[in-house]
Every structure is written in structure tokens, then in C-alpha cells.
């Protein structure tokens, strides 16, 4: 939480219209990250589990 905090301490208290903007962006950052998490996720098991060498052989 430190880091995130800090992230923040660059904007002065006139410039809360950058800092909202800034903070916006970080979270459609996070969201598309999590969505792409998510959907590699929801790949079938067989289309990862083709590129692993088997542990049989």
C-alpha cells in the first residue's frame, strides 16, 4: 500500500484533475491485465498441456 501511496504524492492539491486521470488509467491497466489473466484461464487444458513435454516419455 506504501507504493501506491507514494505513486500519488507528485500531485499537488491543485492538480487533482491529473491525478484522477492518472489513478483512471492505472485501473483500466489492471482490469485488461485481469481480463487477459482470465481469459488464458478459460483456455481448454489440452491447448496447454500440448506444449508440455510429457512426463510419461
Same mark, same amino acid.
Given at each position: 500500500?506504501?507504493?501506491?501511496?507514494?505513486?500519488?504524492?507528485?500531485?499537488?492539491?491543485?492538480?487533482?484533475? /491529473? &491525478? *484522477?486521470?492518472?489513478?483512471? %488509467? $492505472?485501473? /483500466? &491497466? *489492471?482490469?485488461?491485465?485481469? %481480463? $487477459?489473466? /482470465?481469459?488464458?484461464?478459460?483456455?481448454?487444458?489440452?491447448?496447454?498441456?500440448?506444449?508440455?513435454?510429457?512426463?510419461?516419455?
Amino acid at each position: 500500500m506504501q507504493h501506491a501511496k507514494a505513486e500519488y504524492r507528485q500531485f499537488a492539491q491543485d492538480q487533482q484533475d /491529473e &491525478a *484522477l486521470a492518472h489513478f483512471t %488509467q $492505472r485501473v /483500466e &491497466a *489492471l482490469r485488461n491485465e485481469q %481480463q $487477459r489473466r /482470465e481469459q488464458q484461464l478459460d483456455q481448454p487444458a489440452d491447448q496447454s498441456a500440448s506444449s508440455l513435454p510429457s512426463p510419461l516419455a
